[in-house]
């Protein structure tokens, strides 16, 4: 049973940063792409950044220069390092797992941020 688990979501005032965290079970993390979303109500769910089994990193026009995705295979996690926070990054943030079969998907993190 695949599980994705995410954590570190909250208020924080626009210009201020906050690492949102997901820790996966019941895949072979090491070898999956693995990306962040986000959701605002009524809105579709957009990709803010993806990380490939080697690294690779890839991120969304909006949030390029402020946020970093990053890896730790050990530890079956993948993190979201964003900075200079700005109103209209508000959104529920999603872990997921992407693969060719299916994608999995964490229940999300809300992130508020305030101006």
């Known amino acids: 049973q695949v599980q994705l688990v995410e954590s570190g979501g909250g208020l924080v005032q626009a210009g201020g940063s906050l690492r949102v965290s997901c820790v996966a079970s019941g895949i072979i993390f090491s070898t999956n792409t693995m990306g962040w979303y986000r959701q605002d109500p009524g809105k579709e769910r957009k990709v803010v950044s993806v990380i490939s089994s080697a690294g690779r990193t890839t991120y969304s026009d909006f949030v390029k220069s402020r946020f970093t995705i990053s890896r730790e295979n050990d530890k079956k996690t993948v993190y979201l390092q964003m900075n200079s926070l700005k109103a209209e990054d508000t959104a529920i943030y999603f872990c997921?797992?992407?693969?060719?079969?299916?994608?999995?998907w964490g229940q999300g993190t809300q992130v508020t941020v305030s101006s």
């Open positions: 997921c797992a992407l693969s060719i079969s299916r994608n999995f």
